[in-house]
């Protein structure tokens, strides 16, 4: 069934976008670095709903019920490369994120009162001070297997790169490769022992590709977002004894995944947004991680709550009307 409304033709059936769980986490992850508090490009802030809804030196970005109208719409859909695309700087957003805002505008933009848009920690970096960042880790000699992995990347366009001079600590990043980073495209990884910082968000690599992973125990910063990845590929992280960043954004990992990441004393940052983690899930980490800051893409907690309470409610009322329907259909 279709209905216009405003020159706007929507599905009248559309799944009702949340902005808790659905756009919240957008912002965070793309948007509120160049859009927040400490820098907001072109005098437009994407952190609070009266800064978005105000929107920036160029006007209204927003156009509730109109996403055709709406700027910020029309620039995260840009092609990769324009000037005006957003995010500027990194990866563009996928379809179903862009898909998402789309829906999310064209159903009135709700946002609830009080939300902020937190913008997510960077991962740890050499940039400020390495001899605190690499503290405890155990150095290795390069040897004929890591040059050639090194090698083997760089042929394919996977540039594996110090990370700064006079540092043999080596960075890594597929997302740049898409869907076409696969299993055995990261497989020459495994021999490059010497890797602090690995990306391999918005790839295609699957949970037994991360077995390439699981004896680099060095690795400092680790980006698994938007990827295929469960709780049996949890299982090869377990001994990344010095991992202090981990974000798990948009995979389907729940709370029997968690106890995999128990082990892992040194971690700090742990992003959840759009998995199957409960509140539940995340507090028994929390217990036994007490250091760790972990973000489920739930800042705000009274939005939380009540958007926790409304699934709740519609699932027990959803399986309160099957044994009704049962009974009608036998009239």
Known sequence: MLACCGGMIARADMAKVDFVK??????????????????????LRLDTKEGTFKGGKDGQVIVPEHADKSDLYRRVTLPEGSDDIMPSKGSPLTKKQTDLIKDWINQGATWPEGAIVKAVEEAPTA?????????GLTPMKPTAAETGAIAKLGSSGIDVRPVAMNLNWRVASFR???TNATDAAIAPLKDILDLVDLNLGGTKITDAG???IAKLTNLISLHLELTGIT??????LKH???LAYLNLY??????KGLDDLKSLHNLKHLYLWQTKVTAQGAADLQKALPSVAISRGWENEPAAKDAEEKEKKE??????????????AKK
Do not use: R, W, Y
């Open 231 to 236: 709780d049996k590929g949890l299982a090869h």
């Open 250 to 255: 948009g995979t389907s990992v729940t709370d």
């Open 210 to 212: 991360l077995q390439n």
């Open 176 to 178: 740049s490769m898409g």
């Open 315 to 328: 699932k027990k009322e959803t399986k309160g009307s099957a044994p009704a329907a049962k009974k009608e």
């Open 240 to 242: 990344l004894d010095h």
């Open 22 to 43: 659905d756009i919240q986490p957008i912002l965070q992850e793309s948007c509120v670095k160049c859009h927040g508090p400490e820098k907001h490009k072109g005098d």
């Open 127 to 135: 940039s400020s001070s390495p001899n605190d960042i690499f503290a």
